[in-house]
C-alpha cells in the first residue's frame, strides 16, 4: 500500500519537476514556427488556391472592411477565407492568441513600430518587401507606415488616421466663424468666440477616454516633426520634461476655462458623435473612427453638410498622423509556405485588380495613383487624406513603447492626478516597457 | 403570537414581496425583455418605455438565433457542461472517498495539493500550450478537461467533507460480507452522495456555463459557446451596441440554465438542505 | 437531540474534520476495526487531470514571474525579484490591492446580508414565496457579461434608474453612477452582490429548513420574541451556511473580473480597477511577467484573506 502511494507521489512530482525545469525556455516558440521554408515570392493574383483556407483576424470595428475582397477573391481562385472576430481590446487578444501559438495567416493590426515589435514582427510576421503593389502607392504614402528596422511588415489598406479637428459648419456659421483657423491660437481663439456667445466649443469624451491623448499629441506636432520622439526613444528626453509636460498642463487648463462638455467625465464614444451631429458642440478633436461612427448614423449628404474636417498644429495646419488598427493587414509566418503564399497573394489581390472595387464597396479614398477615389466619398474624409503627406508622427507612430497615456489623462479629467503625476506616471510606463523592449538607452 | 402581528403578516410580508420583486428584479428584467423586442433605432437607448416603432421580437429573435448560432451554440455549451460535470463528480468523488477514510502524513499532504486549486488562478497561456503540444488546442476535449482540471478542487473539498459526515459502518458491512472497492464505491457510498453532487453540480454548472474567458482562448472562432457567441452578437455593430440584439440574445442564453432551475427547483433546495448545510 | 454536538457541528460545515490526534474520530467506531479499503488509484483520476491540466500549467506560470518574459522578444531570461521590487515601488500595486481588498469584504458582506434578508423573507413555502425564489435565482443564471450589460443601461446618466428618481424626486437626475470616483466601487460591489445574492439566498433557506422546529416552539411558549428567537437560536445554526457562503463570495474572485470589466472596465479614474483587471492591463500591454507577479501576489493576497476567514468561521461553527 505505501509503495503503491509512493509510485503515485512520485509519478506527480516528476510530472512537475520536469516541466518546472523546462520553465526557461520559451513557451511560444518551437510550436509550428517557420524555420527556412519561407513563402515563394508574389505570386498571380488569381492563381487557382482550391482547397486552401486563409484565416484572417479582425477587431470588431474592422471585421466587415473586407467583405468585397474576400467574397471576390473566393471567386476568383477557389480559396475559403474565414474572417474571425477578436472582440475588444483587440490588441491584448491578438497577443495573448499569438503568445499561446495560436497563429492566423492574415490580421489587422496597427503598421506602427512601436505595435510592430510588441507583436515580434521579426519572428512572427513575413516581410512584404518587394510587394507588387509598393509601386503603385502614391510617393509620399509608400514609406509612411508599416516599416520595423527597415523591413515592411503591414500593407497599408485604408487612409491612415489623421488626428485633427471634426466641426460643425452650422454651428460654425451661428457663431460667426467664417474661415478655419490656421494655428492652435486661431482655433483657441475661435472657441473662446463661440464660448462667450453661450455656445461648447469643444466635446471630449472623458467617460471612454482613449481619445483623451489626441489634444496632448497634437500640441507636440511641431516637437515631433523636431526629433522630440526620437529624443524620448533614446532616453535623452522624457515625458516630465518641458515639452510633454506643459502640453499636458494646457489642455487641463483648458478644460478648466470651461471650453469643453460639462459631463467630460462620462461622456462616451457615441455621445461625442451624437454631441457634434445635434450641433450641441462645435468641435471635437479625434480620428478617423469617429467620422465612421458619425457615417453609421447619418447619410453622406447629411454628413457633407453639416461636417468638415481641418487639421492643427501650433504653427498650422498640420495633422497628426496615428494609423490604426482597421488601416493595415500583416501576414503571418505560420510555417505552412503553401498559406504564406497565398496570404501574400489574397494581399496582391487587394491592393492590385480588386483595388477600384474595394474602394467603391468601401467609400474610402484611393492610396494608389492610378486609381481613383469614388466620388461619393464625404468631403470630410477628402480633408483627412489630403492632410496625410503633410502631416506629422503621433507618439504611436514614433515612439518606441506605447504606454496608457490617455489612461492618465482621463484620470486628470476625473480629478484623481494632477497634469505632473500624468507626465510621471506615463513615463514610467514608457520606461518599463522601452526596457522590456531593449531599447538602447533604457537598459 | 398575537392576532394582529398575524393579520400584519398576512398583508405586509405579500406587499413587500412584490414590492421587491418590482424594483429589484422587476426593472431590470422589464428592461431586458422591453429592449429585445424593440426596432434598432429605438433600442439605441434602452428604457423602460414601450417602443414607438411597434413591437420586432419576431425579427430581432430570429436575427439573435441566426447571427448569433444560438443552435450550435447551444449544443456547444452543453457538450461542455455535461462531461465536465460528469468527470467533476465521478474523479471528485472517487478521490474524496480516499481522502475522507484514509488517515496518514501522505494523504494529507496529497489531499492539500488536491485542494490547492481553489485558491490559484488558472494560467491561460500556458494551459493553451500545453492543449497545444497535446494536440488538443481548439478541440470539446480540450476545454472539457481544463473546466475539470480548474474545477477538480472545489469538487474534492465540498465532497470530501461531505463524506467524512457519513459513518462508515455501511461501507465496513459490505467489505466484510465480501464486496469489492469498486462496488462498495457505486453502490453504497455514491448513492449517499445524492445532495452534495446536487450542490456541487448546481456550482460547477454556473460558473461553465456563463464562462467567456477560458472558452475564448482554448477554443474562441474555432468552436460555438453561448456566452462567446453573445460576444459576436454584441460586437456585430461598429461602436455602436445593438441593445436589441444583444438583450434578445442575452434571452435567449439564461433560458435553458432558467428553465431546467424553475423545473428542478423543489429538488435542488432539498438537495442543497441535505447537502452543505447540515 | 435538538442541541448540536460537536458531531452535528462538523457535519453542518461539511468541512474536513480536524486532522487525527487532535479530536475523537465521531462516527468510526472502534479503531481497532479494520477498515475498508479504498484503493489508491481511485485517486489517480482526479490527481491526473488537476495535475495536468491545472496544477502544471500554474506553476509553470508562476515561475515566469521571476523572468522577463514579455511580447516583445523570443528569449527568456531570468531575473531575480526585479519584477516583484519594481512592481511595489510602482503605487499602482498597493492601490489595486486596497481597491480588490476592499471589493471583496463588501461584496462577502452585501451578497451574505442580502441572501439571508431574502431567504428569511421567503421562507414560507407559499405560491408567491416560491415564485419569488426563482425569479432572484434568474440573475445568478445571467452571465456576468449580461449583467453588465444590463447595469451599463440602466446606470446611464440618461438611464432608466435616473428617470425613475427624477420622476420622484420632481426634477430630472442626471447622476453619473458609474462615474463617480469615489462610490463606484460601492455601486458595483452591490451589482455584483446583486447577481449571486439568489444562491446566498438558497444556500440560507436549506440552512433555515434544516432548523429543528422543536427548539424553536420551545422558546416560543418560553415567550421569546420573533427577534430573539432569530437572534439567539436560527442565527447561530446557520453559521454553516454563513461559512459556505462566506466562503464562496471570497473564492469565487474570478466571477467578480467579468462584472467589474463589463460595467466600469476599472475605471473612472482606476478607482474600481481590481488587480485582476491590472492583471489583464498589463498582459495587455505584452509585459506578460510582470503581469505573472501580480498574479502571484493576488494569489498570496487571496491566501491571507481567505483561509484565516475560513478558519474562523469554522470555529465559530463548532463553537456554536
Redesign the interface.
Known amino acids: 500500500m505505501r509503495k503503491r502511494l509512493g509510485a503515485t507521489a512520485a509519478v506527480v512530482a516528476s510530472l512537475v519537476a520536469s516541466l518546472v525545469l523546462a520553465a526557461c525556455s520559451n513557451p511560444s516558440s518551437g510550436s509550428g514556427d517557420s524555420g527556412k521554408s519561407g513563402p515563394a515570392g508574389w505570386p498571380k493574383e488569381t492563381a487557382k488556391l482550391n482547397g486552401t483556407t486563409l484565416t484572417i483576424w479582425a477587431a470588431q470595428n474592422s471585421n466587415t472592411v473586407a467583405k468585397k475582397v474576400i467574397s471576390d477573391f473566393q471567386a476568383a481562385t477557389g480559396a475559403k477565407v474565414h474572417v474571425v472576430t477578436i472582440p475588444d481590446p483587440y490588441e491584448q487578444g491578438v497577443q495573448t492568441k499569438v503568445a499561446s501559438g495560436d497563429k492566423p495567416d492574415l490580421a489587422f493590426w496597427q503598421p506602427t513600430a512601436s505595435e510592430l515589435t510588441s507583436l515580434n514582427a521579426t519572428t512572427n510576421l513575413q516581410t512584404l518587401d518587394g510587394a507588387p503593389w509598393i509601386a503603385k502607392f502614391q510617393p509620399a504614402l509608400r514609406n509612411i507606415t508599416g516599416l520595423l528596422n527597415g523591413k515592411r511588415y503591414a500593407a497599408l489598406i485604408s487612409s491612415p488616421a489623421v488626428e485633427g479637428v471634426y466641426y460643425n459648419k452650422q454651428v460654425f456659421a451661428k457663431y460667426g466663424i467664417t474661415s478655419l483657423p490656421k494655428n492652435l491660437d486661431e482655433l483657441l481663439a475661435d472657441a473662446r468666440q463661440i464660448k462667450a456667445k453661450g455656445g461648447t466649443p469643444f466635446y471630449e469624451m472623458g467617460g471612454d477616454k482613449w481619445a483623451t491623448q489626441w489634444w496632448v499629441q497634437v500640441q507636440l506636432a511641431d516637437a515631433a516633426k523636431n526629433g522630440l520622439w526620437d529624443r524620448v526613444n533614446a532616453n535623452k528626453e522624457k515625458f516630465t520634461d518641458a515639452t510633454i509636460l506643459n502640453a499636458i498642463k494646457k489642455y487641463k487648463a483648458l478644460v478648466d476655462e470651461g471650453l469643453f462638455n460639462k459631463n467630460i467625465t462620462s461622456a462616451t464614444f457615441v455621445d461625442q458623435g451624437k454631441a457634434l451631429l445635434a450641433g450641441d458642440a462645435a468641435m471635437v478633436m479625434q480620428v478617423n473612427s469617429f467620422f465612421g461612427e458619425l457615417q453609421a448614423s447619418a447619410s453622406t449628404d447629411e454628413l457633407n453638410q453639416k461636417i468638415g474636417f481641418f487639421p492643427i498644429s501650433p504653427s498650422g495646419n498640420v495633422g497628426t498622423f496615428i494609423p490604426d488598427q482597421s488601416n493595415a493587414v500583416v501576414a503571418f509566418k505560420t510555417g505552412d509556405s503553401k498559406r504564406e503564399t497565398a496570404a501574400r497573394q489574397f494581399l496582391s489581390y487587394w491592393l492590385g485588380s480588386e483595388y477600384p472595387k474595394y474602394l467603391a464597396a468601401q467609400n474610402t479614398v484611393s492610396l494608389e495613383t492610378g486609381v481613383a477615389s469614388p466620388s461619393t466619398v464625404p468631403d470630410a474624409l477628402k480633408s483627412v487624406a489630403a492632410a496625410v503627406p503633410t502631416s506629422v508622427g503621433s507618439m504611436q507612430a514614433l515612439a518606441v513603447a506605447n504606454p496608457d497615456l490617455y489612461l492618465n489623462l482621463a484620470n486628470m479629467l476625473a480629478g484623481t492626478m494632477s497634469p505632473q503625476k500624468v507626465a510621471s506616471t506615463t513615463q514610467a510606463q514608457f520606461a518599463q516597457l522601452a526596457k522590456a523592449i531593449g531599447a538602447p538607452g533604457y537598459k | 403570537m398575537s392576532s394582529s402581528s398575524r393579520t400584519r403578516r398576512r398583508f405586509v410580508?405579500?406587499v413587500?414581496?412584490?414590492v421587491?420583486?418590482l424594483f429589484?428584479?422587476g426593472?431590470?428584467?422589464w428592461?431586458?425583455v422591453v429592449?429585445s423586442g424593440k426596432s434598432r433605432g429605438d433600442a439605441l437607448?434602452?428604457?423602460?418605455s414601450l417602443p414607438k416603432h411597434g413591437w420586432h421580437f419576431g425579427a430581432n429573435y430570429s436575427k439573435a438565433f441566426t447571427d448569433g448560432r444560438v443552435w450550435s451554440a447551444f449544443v456547444g455549451s452543453v457538450s461542455i457542461v455535461v462531461p465536465s460535470v460528469v468527470?467533476l463528480l465521478?474523479?471528485?468523488a472517487?478521490?474524496a472517498?480516499?481522502?475522507a477514510?484514509?488517515?496518514g502524513f501522505?494523504v494529507?499532504?496529497?489531499?492539500a495539493?488536491?485542494i490547492?486549486?481553489?485558491?490559484?488562478?488558472?494560467?491561460?497561456?500556458?494551459?493553451?500550450?500545453?492543449l497545444?503540444?497535446l494536440g488538443l488546442?481548439?478541440t470539446l476535449t480540450g476545454m472539457v478537461?481544463?473546466y475539470?482540471?480548474?474545477y477538480?478542487?472545489t469538487a474534492?473539498f465540498?465532497i470530501?467533507?461531505?463524506i467524512?459526515?457519513?459513518?462508515?459502518?455501511l461501507?465496513?458491512a459490505?467489505?466484510v460480507d465480501g464486496a469489492g472497492?469498486i462496488r462498495?464505491?457505486f453502490t453504497i457510498v455514491v448513492p449517499l452522495l445524492r445532495p452534495?453532487l446536487a450542490t456541487a453540480t448546481i456550482?460547477i454548472c454556473?460558473?461553465i456555463?456563463?464562462d467567456?474567458?477560458y472558452a475564448?482562448?482554448v477554443i474562441?472562432?474555432r468552436k460555438d459557446t453561448?456566452?462567446l457567441n453573445?460576444?459576436?452578437v454584441?460586437?456585430a455593430?461598429?461602436?455602436?451596441?445593438n441593445?436589441h440584439l444583444?438583450?434578445a440574445y442575452?434571452v435567449l442564453?439564461?433560458l435553458p440554465?432558467?428553465v431546467a432551475?424553475?423545473v428542478a427547483?423543489r429538488r435542488?433546495?432539498s438537495g442543497?438542505?441535505g447537502?452543505?448545510?447540515? | 437531540m435538538t442541541l448540536t454536538t460537536s458531531t452535528d457541528a462538523a457535519r453542518a460545515s461539511g468541512a474536513p474534520l480536524p486532522p487525527p490526534g487532535r479530536a475523537a474520530q465521531p462516527g468510526s467506531g472502534a479503531r481497532r476495526q479494520v477498515r475498508p479499503g479504498q484503493p489508491w488509484w481511485f485517486l489517480l483520476p482526479a490527481l491526473a487531470v488537476l495535475t495536468t491540466f491545472f496544477l502544471v500549467p500554474t506553476v509553470y506560470n508562476l515561475v515566469y514571474a521571476f523572468t522577463d518574459w514579455s511580447s516583445f522578444k523570443t528569449a527568456i531570461n531570468p531575473v531575480g525579484f526585479e519584477n516583484f521590487r519594481s512592481l511595489l515601488s510602482s503605487g499602482v500595486l498597493l492601490a489595486d490591492l486596497r481597491t480588490t481588498v476592499i471589493y471583496a469584504l463588501l461584496v462577502a458582506l452585501f451578497q451574505n446580508v442580502f441572501g439571508l434578508l431574502l431567504a428569511l423573507l421567503l421562507e414560507a413555502d407559499t405560491k408567491l414565496n416560491r415564485f419569488a425564489r426563482v425569479m432572484f435565482f434568474i440573475p445568478v443564471i445571467m452571465s456576468a457579461l449580461a449583467v453588465g450589460y444590463v447595469f451599463q443601461a440602466l446606470l446611464k446618466p440618461t438611464g432608466v434608474v435616473n428617470s425613475i428618481l427624477g420622476a420622484v424626486a420632481g426634477h430630472p437626475v442626471r447622476y453619473a453612477w458609474l462615474a463617480d470616483t469615489r462610490w463606484t466601487l460601492l455601486y458595483v460591489a452591490l451589482i455584483h452582490a446583486w447577481k449571486w445574492m439568489g444562491l446566498a439566498m438558497l444556500i440560507y433557506l436549506a440552512g433555515l429548513k434544516t432548523i429543528d422546529q422543536d427548539a424553536l416552539e420551545a422558546a416560543r411558549i418560553d415567550g421569546a420574541s420573533t427577534w430573539q428567537t432569530f437572534w439567539q437560536i436560527r442565527f447561530p445554526l446557520l453559521a454553516p451556511a454563513m461559512t459556505f457562503n462566506v466562503a464562496t463570495a471570497m473564492l469565487g474572485w474570478m466571477n467578480s473580473f467579468d462584472i467589474v470589466q463589463a460595467t466600469t472596465g476599472g475605471g473612472p479614474a482606476q478607482t474600481t480597477e481590481i488587480l485582476n483587471i491590472f492583471i489583464y492591463r498589463t498582459f495587455g500591454q505584452g509585459l506578460f511577467a510582470q503581469a505573472t507577479t501580480m498574479s502571484l501576489v493576488l494569489l498570496l493576497v487571496i491566501a491571507v484573506m481567505a483561509f484565516p476567514t475560513i478558519w474562523l468561521l469554522r470555529r465559530r461553527e463548532r463553537v456554536l
Open positions: 410580508h405579500p413587500l414581496v412584490t421587491l420583486l429589484a428584479l426593472v431590470p428584467l428592461l431586458v429592449t437607448s434602452p428604457s423602460l468527470l465521478l474523479f471528485g472517487m478521490a472517498w480516499v481522502f477514510r484514509r488517515r501522505v494529507a499532504m496529497l489531499y495539493i488536491a490547492s486549486g481553489i485558491v490559484l488562478p488558472p494560467a491561460v497561456i500556458t494551459l493553451v500550450l500545453l497545444r503540444q488546442a481548439g478537461l481544463v475539470t482540471g480548474i477538480m478542487s474534492v465540498f470530501t467533507g461531505f467524512r459526515t457519513i459513518p462508515p459502518q461501507e465496513e459490505a467489505r472497492p462498495i464505491f452534495v456550482l454556473l460558473y456555463w456563463n467567456v474567458f475564448f482562448f474562441g472562432g453561448l456566452p453573445l460576444f459576436q454584441a460586437s455593430g461598429l461602436y455602436l451596441n441593445w444583444i438583450f442575452v442564453m439564461s440554465l432558467l432551475f424553475a427547483q435542488i433546495i442543497i438542505t447537502g452543505a448545510v447540515k
